[in-house]
């Protein structure tokens, strides 16, 4: 079993940065691909980003590309989303995960609480 627990999210105007933090405990993330999805209100759950184990492989969505980039630091058992050029439509509940490499919710055991990101126009 491993814990997640995101922090970094908060309000931001447009155009600027955040960077989102997962700490994990438990078991070591070297077990796991690490992803990172968003919920906005009202709205499915949506894929965000996705990294392998070994940080060799990413995905991100194409809402995304470009602005933000996913890693992972083994050693310290975290993973990181940086988010630059902030948009308004990125507001959402952001939610780290780990399991399976993949796009789809389905391929995550373990999963976050979310931190709330906002971006304010």
């Known amino acids: 079993q491993v814990q997640l627990v995101e922090s970094g999210g908060g309000l931001v105007q447009a155009g600027g940065s955040l960077r989102l933090s997962c700490a994990a405990s438990?078991?070591?993330?070297?077990?796991?691909?690490m992803g990172w999805f968003r919920q906005a209100p009202g709205k499915e759950r949506e894929f965000v980003a996705v990294?392998?184990?070994?940080?060799?492989?990413?995905e991100s969505a194409d809402s995304v590309k470009g602005r933000f980039t996913i890693s992972r630091d083994n050693a310290k058992n975290t993973a990181y989303l940086q988010m630059d050029s902030l948009k308004p439509e990125d507001t959402a509940v952001y939610y780290c995960?780990?399991?399976?490499?993949?796009?789809?919710?389905?391929?995550?055991?373990?999963w976050g609480q979310g931190t709330q990101v906002t971006v304010s126009s």
């Open positions: 995960a780990a399991g399976s490499y993949g796009s789809s919710p389905l391929a995550f055991n373990y």
């Open positions: 990294m392998s184990k070994s940080g060799g492989t990413t």
């Open positions: 438990g078991r070591t993330i070297r077990l796991y691909s």
